[in-house]
C-alpha cells in the first residue's frame, strides 16, 4: 500500500485498536518492528501503538472483573472478602473442585448478572442473546453482551434507553460504502457486526512478551480504558504494565476538558520508551474526551480520527 502511496512513506505511524484488538495492535507492531530491524522496503516511521479496553492476557483482564466490580459497590465486602480468601484471587477460570471457591462466586454472579457489562451505568438490552460461560461471564471479549441490532419488535420504551447498531449494518453493506473502500466484490458476503461466524484457533493466549519487548525499544505506547467497563477494567492493564519494570515519570493525576475533569493519567519511561496510561471518565463526554486523548497523545496540529462505539 505505501509502495502504491509513497507519499505517506514519511508519515508517523501509530497502530491503534480496542478489545479484542488489543492483541492485534502488538503483534502487528511487532511485525513492523521486526521488518524495520530485517531491512524490509518500504521501512514504516513506526512511532508506537494505541490500545483501547484492550485485552492483553486473559489470566490478568479478566481475573480483574470481580476486584473491579467491588470497587465500584456492585458486590459487598462480604461477598468480595470471602471470594478473595476461597479463590485465592483467582476468580476466573476457578478450579472446578473448589468447592467454597465457587459457592462463593454464585452470590457475585446474581448481583453482575444483569448488568451491561461493557458500560455499567447503561440498560442491559436484548439483542441476540451471548453465551456467557457456567458463571455468567462473558468470555469472548465482545464489546457489548450482543452481536447483532437491537431487535425490531422491542417497545418504544427501550428503544429510547436502548443503543441500536441497526445503522451500521446498513451502511456497511450499502454497494457505495463498500466500492468507496475498495472491498472486491464477490470477497465478502453480508456484513455483520462481531461476526461470531468466523472459525480460527487461537494461538496467542497472552501478548505480554510482546509490550515486554517493546519496553526496550524506543517507541510512545498510549492504554485507555473507560472507567466504567467491566469486560475490561481498567486494573488489568495497570496490573500488566507494573511487570514492565518502568519508572513513573508524572504520577496519577486528572487531565481536564474545558475544565472539568476527564479522567486520570499516569505515566511511565524507561530510557526512550514511554507509556501513557488514561482512564476516560463515563459515558456522557467519552467521544470528545477520547478524541483529546489521541490529539494530545499523537499532537494537537494533526486531524485525528477514531472511532467511538
Not at 472486491?184 to 515486554?212: E, F, M
Not at 463526554?285 to 486523548?293: D, E, R
Request: charged share 20%; glycine share 8%.
Amino acid at each position: 500500500w505505501l509502495l502504491s502511496h509513497p507519499m505517506f512513506i514519511k508519515n508517523r505511524l501509530y497502530i491503534a485498536g480496542e478489545s479484542y484488538g488489543g492483541k492485534l495492535v502488538a503483534m502487528v507492531a511487532m511485525e513492523i518492528l521486526l521488518g524495520n530491524e530485517a531491512g524490509l522496503h518500504p521501512r514504516m516511521s513506526l512511532q508506537g501503538y494505541i490500545i483501547g479496553n484492550g485485552l492483553t492476557d486473559p489470566n490478568i483482564d479478566y481475573n480483574e472483573r470481580i476486584p473491579y466490580a467491588h470497587r465500584m459497590a456492585l458486590i459487598s465486602n462480604g461477598y468480595f472478602d470471602l471470594a478473595k480468601v476461597s479463590c485465592d484471587g483467582k476468580y476466573d477460570n476457578p478450579d472446578p473442585n473448589n468447592l467454597q471457591c465457587l459457592l462463593a462466586l454464585q452470590p457475585i454472579q446474581e448481583c453482575v448478572n444483569q448488568l451491561n457489562k461493557v458500560q455499567i451505568l447503561e440498560p442491559k438490552c436484548e439483542y441476540i442473546a451471548p453465551k456467557p460461560d457456567d458463571f455468567g461471564w462473558d468470555q469472548t471479549f465482545s464489546k457489548d453482551n450482543s452481536v447483532g441490532p437491537l431487535v425490531l419488535s422491542a417497545s418504544k420504551q427501550d428503544r429510547m434507553w436502548c443503543r441500536t447498531y441497526a445503522t451500521s449494518y446498513v451502511w456497511a453493506n450499502d454497494p457505495s460504502v463498500q466500492e468507496a473502500l475498495h472491498i472486491r466484490k464477490g470477497t465478502i458476503g453480508d456484513w455483520r457486526r462481531c461476526n461470531q461466524r468466523l472459525s480460527y484457533d487461537v494461538n496467542q493466549q497472552s501478548v505480554l512478551h510482546y509490550h515486554k519487548i517493546f519496553s526496550k525499544k524506543g517507541c510512545s505506547v498510549l492504554i485507555y480504558n473507560g472507567d466504567h467497563d467491566m469486560a475490561a477494567p481498567y486494573m488489568g492493564p495497570l496490573k500488566w504494565i507494573r511487570s514492565l519494570n518502568l519508572t513513573v515519570d508524572d504520577d496519577w493525576r486528572p487531565w481536564h476538558v474545558n475544565g472539568q475533569v476527564a479522567g486520570y493519567t499516569l505515566k511511565y519511561k524507561k530510557s526512550e520508551f514511554e507509556l501513557t496510561f488514561v482512564t476516560v471518565k463515563g459515558i456522557q463526554l467519552l467521544s470528545t474526551n477520547l478524541k483529546n486523548v489521541l490529539q494530545c497523545y499523537i499532537g494537537g496540529s494533526q486531524n485525528v480520527l477514531y472511532r467511538y462505539g
